[in-house]
């Protein structure tokens, strides 16, 4: 089984930054994708961004100009560099990682990290 921490989290001032990091361990094999989530309370959980172990990224619109995504295959931990934030990237995020499973990709989730925007 794969499990997942992240840390890197807290206060920060709107326009600041933060990096997350999620370390994952217990994979037999190279996790094909790994990314983040965030979800406040009441709201479905949203795509931040993700990455292939190929390189391909995907990004939400109203982050991607602002975010960064990269990951170590030989540390097994995926990063998020968030730049410029604002009120509205305050959440709770999640790191995720899909696997194969029996039909389909199976994903697995960290405890998620919150990140707060205010002054």
């Known amino acids: 089984q794969v499990q997942l921490v992240e840390s890197g989290g807290g206060l920060v001032q709107p326009g600041g930054s933060l990096r997350l990091s999620c370390a994952a361990s217990?994979?037999?094999?190279?996790?094909?994708?790994m990314g983040w989530y965030r979800q406040v309370p009441g709201n479905q959980r949203e795509l931040v961004a993700t990455?292939?172990?190929?390189?391909?990224?995907n990004y939400l619109d109203s982050v991607k100009d602002r975010v960064s995504i990269s990951r170590d295959n030989a540390k097994n931990t995926v990063y998020l560099q968030m730049n410029s934030l604002k009120p509205e990237d305050t959440a709770v995020y999640y790191c995720?990682?899909?696997?194969?499973?029996?039909?389909?990709?199976?994903?697995?989730w960290g405890q998620g990290t919150q990140v707060t925007v205010s002054s």
């Open positions: 990455m292939t172990k190929d390189g391909t990224t």
């Open positions: 995720n990682a899909a696997t194969w499973g029996i039909a389909s990709l199976r994903d697995y």
């Open positions: 217990g994979s037999r094999v190279t996790i094909p994708r």
